[in-house]
């Protein structure tokens, strides 16, 4: 059984930073991507970061660029995101969505998505 478990959301002030957790077990870790999207009410699902293990490639949407950092431990099977200088319009929930293979920008590619992880940024 495929299992995502982020953590790590929470309420921060802006300007603060956090970093959210994906756990994942239940598939072949080392040949997988990860993604982490977010979805604040009333806005479409974007893709702010994704990573392909198996080449340690990572990309990061320009919108969050240099604020946001996508890492993985492998021994954990974990994926963070690092969210520094978060600012209101951070606030959403956070998912983590996993695949085999290359990692994509959209979210039809993913299979596994975890059960997501709010973060709310107070001004």
């Known amino acids: 059984q495929v299992l995502l478990v982020e953590s790590g959301g929470g309420s921060v002030q802006a300007g603060g930073s956090l970093t959210l957790s994906c756990a994942a077990s239940g598939y072949d870790y080392s040949r997988s991507s990860m993604a982490w999207f977010r979805q604040a009410p009333g806005k479409e699902r974007e893709c702010v970061a994704h990573m392909y293990i198996t080449t340690g490639n990572t990309y990061i949407a320009d919108s969050v660029k240099g604020r946001f950092f996508i890492s993985h431990e492998a021994a954990k099977k974990t994926v963070y995101l690092k969210i520094n200088n978060v600012r209101p319009d951070d606030s959403a929930m956070y998912y983590c969505?996993?695949?085999?293979?290359?990692?994509?920008?959209?979210?039809?590619?993913?299979?596994?998505w975890g059960q997501g992880t709010r973060v709310t940024v107070s001004s």
């Open positions: 969505a996993a695949r085999i293979g290359a990692s994509f920008w959209q979210a039809h590619w993913y299979d596994w």
